[in-house]
């Protein structure tokens, strides 16, 4: 049992920047098994303002979380996040706002969901800085991306 859900920038719910955005969706009408899933997508952002490097894109389904787990200063500093990876920048052209945020299907490790909530019906899309988890200003995402997000069963 696998899904593909494809969200882009100009299809949304709620939200004015492209930096923090909700999509509605209706889980119910994916025929979705108990168990766990396991998440691989794809994104690409073009015509961006200001560059930050590499951030965090973050997906909240509901109340069911993938697990993104990250290592911390102490040994028991275990953090379980919203982060399902990083977008990486590229340069098409010279100058300092000619370059696109984006990932393929093999970009970032596979991210784990114990169990997707057929309840939710929403689900938010966010990027980050990662070394302070707040978020990007609008100003550094300012095009359309679409974001493919790949979910099977296993």
Do not use: H
Request: glycine share 8%; net charge neutral; with cysteine.
């Amino acid at each position: 049992m696998s899904f593909s859900i494809q969200l882009t920038s100009g299809n949304i719910y709620s939200g004015s920047a492209t930096n923090d955005l909700t999509y509605l969706f209706n889980f119910n009408n994916v025929s979705i098994k108990d168990g766990p899933y396991k998440l691989t997508w794809s994104f690409n952002a073009v015509g961006v303002g200001a560059l930050v490097t590499n951030p965090s894109l973050n997906l909240d389904i509901g109340s069911t979380n993938g697990k993104m787990f990250f290592a911390g200063t102490t040994n028991n500093n275990i953090v379980k996040k919203q982060s399902i990876g990083t977008i990486f920048y590229e340069r098409y052209m010279t100058g300092a706002l000619d370059f696109q945020y984006k990932c393929d299907l093999t970009s970032n490790p596979p991210v784990i969901f114990e169990s997707i909530n057929q309840s939710s019906n929403y689900i938010r899309v966010y990027m980050t800085i990662p070394t302070t988890e707040t978020l990007i200003g609008p100003v550094n995402v300012t095009g359309p991306y679409v974001l493919n997000l790949y979910f099977e069963k296993i």
